[in-house]
């Protein structure tokens, strides 16, 4: 009973580092999103993915990256970290994307530090 | 574009009281959800309470219940008994009903603390 996977938990990076975040879910979701969190703030989209082979940028898409090679995984990449990256980051996935077919599945998500 | 608006950045009960969170949102659109999420210290974020626009009838969930005013743009949530595990940030959300673009908007957030 998995669910959606995150790693890693915590993370620091220096300025100009690159990382990837993993995602993994095993639901056979079709959905799956990647979402910041900054301090007191609701979660903004980075990206999504609506099935294999197929991204779309959500609000906050700038300094990332993503793919979706599988119905399984979903890495977020960061190529230059920066500071104004340093956020909790959440992976979810869902069955649709209709409100019908929420919740959407959140993993524990990922703390990141850039320094 | 729509919008979520949680004015309440914290608030703070007993234990077994009732407390109420606020919620409002501004949309043109007529057929939508509306959530709240709860996101306790384990930051898993959990769905609480799920709303239709199209339904007149208030969502309920055990403890859990809303005060959806459609026409006021106004989605509260009320947690009845309140527990100590009910301590958590509490989050509004809006989604479209046909949502092509696959967004929730959250709003900011209500960090609720239930005191013993």
């Known amino acids: 009973n998995a669910g959606v996977t995150q790693t890693p938990k915590f993370r620091i990076l220096k300025i100009g580092q690159s990382m990837t975040l993993q995602c993994t879910q095993d639901?056979?979701?079709?959905?799956m999103y990647w979402y910041r969190q900054d301090p007191g703030m609701g979660l903004k989209l980075i990206y999504y993915s609506v099935g294999a082979g197929i991204t779309d940028k959500g609000e906050v898409p700038n300094g990332y990256n993503v793919s979706r090679s599988t119905t399984e995984d979903f890495p977020l990449r960061l190529e230059l970290a920066a500071p104004s990256q340093t956020s909790v980051y959440f992976c979810a996935s869902s069955y649709s994307n209709t409100g019908s077919n929420q919740p959407q599945h959140f993993g524990d998500g990922t703390r990141l530090s850039i320094l | 574009a729509q919008t979520v608006t949680q004015s309440q950045p914290e608030m703070s009960v007993q234990e077994a009281e009732t407390v109420t969170l606020s919620c409002t949102y501004d949309?043109?659109?007529?057929?939508?959800?509306l959530f709240w999420y709860k996101q306790p210290p384990s930051r898993q974020m959990i769905l609480v309470i799920r709303q239709e626009a199209y339904k007149q009838q208030n969502a309920t969930e055990n403890r859990f219940s809303v005060n959806f005013q459609k026409a006021a743009k106004s989605f509260s949530l009320k947690i009845s008994d309140s527990q100590l595990g009910d301590t958590a940030m509490y989050f509004c959300a809006f989604m479209t009903l046909y949502s092509s673009a696959s967004k929730i908007i959250f709003g900011s957030g209500t960090r609720l603390s239930i005191r013993p």
């Open positions: 639901m056979n979701h079709n959905y």
């Open positions: 949309t043109s659109e007529n057929n939508y959800y």
